[in-house]
């Protein structure tokens, strides 16, 4: 199996200190149309989203439906 020699990055980024999962929300989880994004239960107990799945459109309605504007999607550049 090859190994990663780079840092590599996803698309879709949660900040958990704005994510609210833990308090029922899952608007990105709900909107995205590829089911990429999950919750998921931190080392401290407490439930954040993350992308599970790096299979990305870049479609952005995570982004734009999140409450909180914990959700953010790095385009690429060639799509800016």
């Known amino acids: 199996m090859p ?10 980024t949660v900040n958990k200190d704005l994510c609210i ?3 029922g929300c899952t608007v990105c989880v709900d909107v995205c149309p590829l089911d990429v994004l999950r919750i998921a239960v931190t080392d401290d107990g407490t439930k954040t989203a993350y ?3 790096d299979e990305c459109w870049y479609c ?3 982004e734009a ?4 504007g914990a959700v ?9």
């Open 21 to 23: 999962a833990d308090k």
């Open 60 to 62: 952005m309605p995570c």
């Open 65 to 68: 439906d999140c409450p909180t």
């Open 3 to 12: 190994l990663a020699q780079t840092a590599t990055s996803v698309p879709v």
């Open 72 to 80: 953010t999607v790095n385009l690429p550049y060639l799509l800016k």
């Open 51 to 53: 992308m599970k799945y």
